[in-house]
C-alpha cells in the first residue's frame, strides 16, 4: 500500500515556499529566518481535511453531544460517491491494456471498475457491477454495499445517526489505485471523501516495477512479537479516536516490548513532531531508520525537521538518501531536495528535481514546486516558463501564504516582457 501523507509535511512544503520567497532570482538561502506565518516544527496544521488523523496531533478534540438514546433515528443510506480520472504511465502514455481500479481498504483490494483505451475511468464507490473479481479480493457480503473490505467495519452502527456522519468514516482507511500486472501505482486517499465532493481524482500515474532498495511499509515491523504488536494496534486505534496521550504511550510501550519496531517509532515520532517536540522526534526517527534501514517513511520525515530548521546540506544528503530508496512514492522528496539545491546555489539539481517533483505530484499536494521551478527559470532569464511556472502555481494555490509573492514575480515578469526587455535584473 502506498505511504500516508501527512498534513504536516504538506505544512512543511508550504513553509519552503516561504523561505523562497527570499531567494528572488538568487539562488541564497540559509540565513534567511521564516516569514511570519510559516508553519513551525511541531505546529498543527488546521483547516485541511482528507489526511490521517495522525497529522492532528495537539489539536483540542471536539466534544459533540449524544444523542438521546430514546429517540430512535431514521435509517438512511450515504449517498454514492462518483469518481473519474485517467492512469497514466511515468513517460505520459496511456497503458498498453486496459487498467483496473481497485479500492484498497485496510490493505484489502476491491475491483471497482476499468479504464478505457486511453486510461481514463469512471466509477461509482461500491457499485462494481461487470467486475470480475480476483480470487485474493474480499468477497464477502457482510459490508454495506455487498463487501467487508470497504471500511464500513467499524462504522455500520452509524447508519442510525444519519448519512453525513456514515459520509465521513465509510472510507477512512481507504485509498484508490491502478492495477497491472508489472507495474506499481500511485495511491489516491479517500478519508472524507464526500458524495458533493469533486469526482475527478487527476491522474493515476504507473511506475514499471524495477527492483528498488526501499520499501514503503517496514519489513522489520512484521516480526514484531504479539505484546508489542498489541501495543501498537491500540495505539493506531488511540490515534483514530484522537486519544493522542493513549496513543504515545502505546507506541513507547511498543518500542520498550520491541526496539527494532520500525513502524512503532515512525508513528510515535510524528506525535512527537506535531505536538511541538521536534527533538525528540528527531530521536523517534532516527530509530526507525535505524532498525529498518530501507524503511523510507522516516527518512522523509527527517528531511522535513532538516527543511524546517533550514539545515540544506542536511536536506539534500536526506534525500538524495530516500530518493536511492524510493523514487516513486514521495514527490516531496524531490521538492525538499530542489529547494535544498537552490539555497546550496546548485541551479541545475534544483531544477531537475523542481521538474521530477511536478511530474510524480499528480495529485498537487505540493504546488510549491512550481513557485521554486519559477524562480529558477527566471534566474535563468528564462521569463516566458518562469512566468507559465508562477501562474500554475497561482491556479493551484491562489490563497497560500506566498501566492502575493508569485503574483508580484509574475507582475515583474511580464511588464518587462511588455516593454520588450530581454533579461530580467535580479530583485
Known amino acids: 500500500m502506498a505511504p500516508r501523507i501527512g498534513l504536516r509535511v504538506i505544512a512543511i512544503a508550504a513553509a519552503v515556499g516561504l523561505l523562497l520567497q527570499s531567494g528572488w532570482g538568487q539562488g541564497r538561502g540559509g540565513a534567511t529566518s521564516a516569514p511570519t506565518g510559516s508553519t513551525g516544527a511541531g505546529t498543527t496544521p488546521?483547516?485541511?481535511?482528507?489526511?490521517?488523523?495522525?497529522?492532528?496531533?495537539?489539536?483540542?478534540?471536539?466534544?459533540?453531544?449524544?444523542?438521546?438514546?430514546?429517540?430512535?433515528?431514521?435509517?438512511?443510506?450515504?449517498?454514492?460517491?462518483?469518481?473519474?480520472?485517467?492512469?497514466?504511465?511515468?513517460?505520459?502514455?496511456?497503458?498498453?491494456?486496459?487498467?483496473v481500479i481497485e479500492r484498497v481498504c485496510g490493505g484489502s483490494p476491491h475491483a471497482e471498475g476499468y479504464t478505457d483505451s486511453k486510461g481514463y475511468f469512471g466509477i461509482q464507490l461500491g457499485q462494481s457491477q461487470g467486475v470480475i473479481q480476483d480470487a485474493s479480493e474480499s468477497n464477502s457480503s457482510g459490508g454495506l454495499f455487498g463487501d467487508s473490505s470497504n471500511g464500513l467495519g467499524s462504522?455500520?452502527?452509524?447508519?442510525?445517526?444519519?448519512?453525513?456522519?456514515?459520509?465521513?468514516?465509510?472510507?477512512?482507511?481507504?485509498?484508490l489505485q491502478a492495477k497491472l500486472a508489472g507495474f506499481r501505482s500511485q495511491a489516491v486517499n479517500l478519508a472524507n471523501r464526500r458524495a458533493m465532493d469533486?469526482?475527478?481524482?487527476?491522474?493515476?500515474?504507473?511506475?514499471?516495477?524495477?527492483?528498488?532498495?526501499?520499501?514503503?511499509?517496514?519489513?522489520?515491523?512484521?516480526?514484531?512479537?504479539?505484546?508489542?504488536?498489541?501495543?501498537?494496534?491500540k495505539g493506531m486505534d488511540s490515534i483514530k479516536k484522537k486519544k493522542w496521550e493513549d496513543a504515545a504511550k502505546s507506541?513507547?510501550?511498543?518500542?520498550?516490548?520491541?526496539?527494532?519496531?520500525?513502524?512503532?517509532w515512525y508513528e510515535l515520532g510524528r506525535l512527537q513532531a506535531a505536538g511541538g517536540a521536534p527533538d525528540t522526534a528527531r530521536i523517534s526517527f532516527e530509530c526507525a531508520a535505524k532498525a529498518d534501514p530501507k524503511y523510507t517513511a522516516p527518512l522523509v520525515e527527517l528531511a522535513g525537521l532538516d527543511v524546517q530548521a533550514k539545515k540544506w546540506q542536511a536536506v539534500a544528503a536526506t534525500t538524495e538518501k530516500a530518493i536511492r530508496l524510493d523514487s516513486f512514492d514521495y514527490p516531496e522528496l524531490?521538492?525538499?531536495?530542489?529547494?535544498?539545491?537552490?539555497?546550496?546555489?546548485?541551479?541545475?539539481?534544483?531544477?531537475?528535481?523542481?521538474?521530477?517533483?511536478?511530474?510524480?505530484?499528480?495529485?498537487?499536494?505540493?504546488?510549491?514546486?512550481?513557485?521554486?521551478?519559477?524562480?529558477?527559470?527566471?534566474?535563468?532569464?528564462?521569463?516566458?516558463?518562469a512566468a507559465e511556472q508562477f501562474r500554475a502555481f497561482l491556479k493551484l494555490a491562489p490563497e497560500s501564504a506566498d501566492a502575493g509573492a508569485a503574483r508580484q514575480k509574475l507582475a515583474q515578469i511580464e511588464q518587462i516582457t511588455a516593454q520588450g526587455f530581454p533579461t530580467l535584473k535580479d530583485q
Not at 507506541?251 to 512503532?264: D, N, Q, R, V, W
Open 251 to 264: 507506541f513507547e510501550k511498543a518500542t520498550e516490548l520491541y526496539p527494532g519496531y520500525a513502524s512503532a
Open 198 to 233: 469533486n469526482p475527478d481524482v487527476g491522474i493515476i500515474l504507473l511506475h514499471r516495477m524495477i527492483p528498488t532498495e526501499g520499501t514503503t511499509i517496514s519489513a522489520s515491523s512484521l516480526a514484531a512479537p504479539k505484546d508489542a504488536r498489541k501495543a501498537y494496534d
Open 46 to 99: 488546521t483547516g485541511t481535511t482528507g489526511t490521517s488523523a495522525t497529522t492532528n496531533t495537539g489539536r483540542t478534540p471536539t466534544t459533540t453531544t449524544p444523542t438521546n438514546p430514546t429517540t430512535t433515528q431514521p435509517t438512511t443510506l450515504p449517498q454514492p460517491i462518483f469518481l473519474s480520472g485517467r492512469v497514466l504511465l511515468e513517460d505520459g502514455s496511456p497503458p498498453p491494456e486496459s487498467v
Open 334 to 385: 524531490f521538492f525538499f531536495n530542489a529547494a535544498a539545491n537552490y539555497y546550496l546555489r546548485n541551479a541545475e539539481a534544483a531544477e531537475k528535481n523542481a521538474r521530477q517533483a511536478l511530474r510524480l505530484d499528480t495529485q498537487h499536494r505540493y504546488p510549491q514546486s512550481a513557485y521554486l521551478l519559477g524562480l529558477i527559470l527566471a534566474a535563468k532569464k528564462d521569463l516566458t516558463n
Open 155 to 175: 462504522v455500520r452502527s452509524g447508519v442510525g445517526s444519519g448519512s453525513g456522519a456514515m459520509s465521513e468514516m465509510r472510507y477512512m482507511n481507504c485509498d
